[in-house]
Structure formats: C-alpha cells, structure tokens
C-alpha cells in the first residue's frame, strides 16, 4: 500500500501510539496508587504493591457457620499475604 518512506512512517505510527500509551498508562498506574486510590496501601514498596495480591476474600466456612448464605467476606490485612496465600490454595 506504502512505498519507500511512507511505508516506513506508517509502520512508525502504532509503534508511537502504543508506547505513549504504555507510558501514560504506567504514569497514570503509579499516581492512582500513591494518591491512595486503589486497595494496595500507598507505604508498601513498590514490588511489595505489585506482587501481593489486595483482593477481598470469601470465608466459606466462617459463611456457612454464620448466615447460611455465604456472602459473609472479609479483609486480609497486606502484613498477612503469606497467610492469605495459603487460605486460597487450600
């Protein structure tokens, strides 16, 4: 469709595009946690925050010991991610 320096333009569009993205993206990512924004707290280090996971957990046996409808959920704490770990695999 292109030829000579024009192909070489159009195929340097999207790779533009798609880097200023990713930077954007990565900017954006970082202020939202620090501002404190998302569940990771923003005084954890950085790789501390990017590999521990911050999601709420179902107890189900604490659910069905309490209500029967097992929509009883709580916390865990970012200082217990090892435990956490360990209660989703078993």
């Not at 923003?42 to 709420?56: A, G, H, P, Q």
């Amino acid at each position: 469709m292109f030829q000579g320096n024009d192909r070489a333009e159009a195929v340097a569009v999207p790779f533009f595009y798609g880097f200023t993205e990713a930077l954007l993206l990565l900017v954006y990512c970082l202020v939202t946690w620090k501002a404190g924004w998302t569940k990771a707290p923003k005084d954890v280090s950085f790789w501390n925050m990017l590999f521990t996971s911050y999601e709420i957990l179902s107890d189900e046996g604490e659910a069905e010991h309490s209500s029967g409808d097992g929509d009883d959920f709580y916390m865990i704490d970012y200082k217990d991610a090892e435990k956490a770990t360990e209660l989703t695999a078993s």
